[in-house]
């Protein structure tokens, strides 16, 4: 069974630029969280979907970020005119519907923005 | 709002040595807590959880015992590796399939 995937692993842009990150869940899982991991510093939760709906984004800076969870494809994560504090790792997870709390973490994609 | 403290790190040890990297948590209600860890360059991996009062997570060797009169979390093990050289994650969940409120981290160091 493959795990949670994430591409690209490593994304480099310039100051201004878009970046899409994509997360592909666990098979079966329909629950989905983005997190930011700074520079040695911890995660922080960023947004919790399901399937075509946004639970709880209470980590999402208010503008230039956006989340979705299409009934069908990946889940994306999308920055808008990225900036230099934009630079660091967004981790996907996903866990099965409700009765399991067990998130399972993708590799990561790595953002550098220049 | 839910919070986890961790010691500080980084942490380096002779292998074979004990570990233990202190979690404390504050929290409303009763909260799933779990460790986590972080090989470099990669993803978190589940090391173990707790989801009541008094459970024990075990994997590996690393042990966790849940302990809510003094709100902690203490990861433990017997005798390191060199392999378990790594960061290491609490964290909790509340209300069950939500978010994950981490703390900052613990890198261990393991020395032959």
């Known amino acids: 069974n493959a795990g949670v995937m994430q591409n690209p692993r490593h994304l480099v842009r310039r100051r201004g630029q878009e970046a899409r990150l994509r997360c592909s869940p666990v098979?079966?899982?329909?629950?989905v969280y983005w997190y930011r991991q700074l520079p040695e510093e911890g995660l922080k939760f960023m947004v919790y979907?399901?399937?075509?709906?946004?639970?709880?984004e209470s980590g999402m800076p208010k503008e230039r970020f956006s989340a979705e969870f299409p009934k069908e494809g990946p889940s994306i994560l999308r920055i808008q005119q990225v900036v230099r504090g934009d630079s660091a790792a967004y981790f996907c997870?996903?866990?099965?519907?409700?009765?399991?709390?067990?998130?399972?973490f993708g590799p990561g994609t790595r953002l550098l923005v220049l | 709002g839910d919070s986890v403290t961790q010691m500080e790190g980084p942490v380096t040890l002779s292998e074979e040595a004990f570990l233990t990297i202190n979690c404390t948590y504050t929290?409303?209600?009763?909260?799933?807590l779990f460790w986590y860890v972080q090989y470099p360059g990669e993803g978190l991996q589940l090391l173990l959880k707790?989801?009541?009062?008094?459970d024990k997570g075990s994997n590996k060797g690393f042990e966790a015992t849940y302990r809510k009169e003094t709100t902690s979390f203490h990861l433990e093990k017997g005798s390191v590796q060199v392999s378990d050289s790594a960061v290491y994650f609490c964290?909790?969940?509340?209300?069950?399939?939500?978010?994950?409120?981490f703390g900052t981290g613990t890198r261990l160091t393991i020395i032959p």
């Open positions: 997870a996903s866990s099965p519907p409700a009765g399991e709390e067990t998130q399972y």
């Open positions: 098979k079966g899982h329909s629950h």
């Open positions: 929290a409303t209600g009763y909260p799933s």
């Open positions: 707790a989801t009541k009062a008094d």
């Open positions: 964290a909790l969940s509340n209300f069950g399939n939500e978010k994950l409120t």
């Open positions: 979907l399901q399937k075509e709906n946004i639970i709880d």
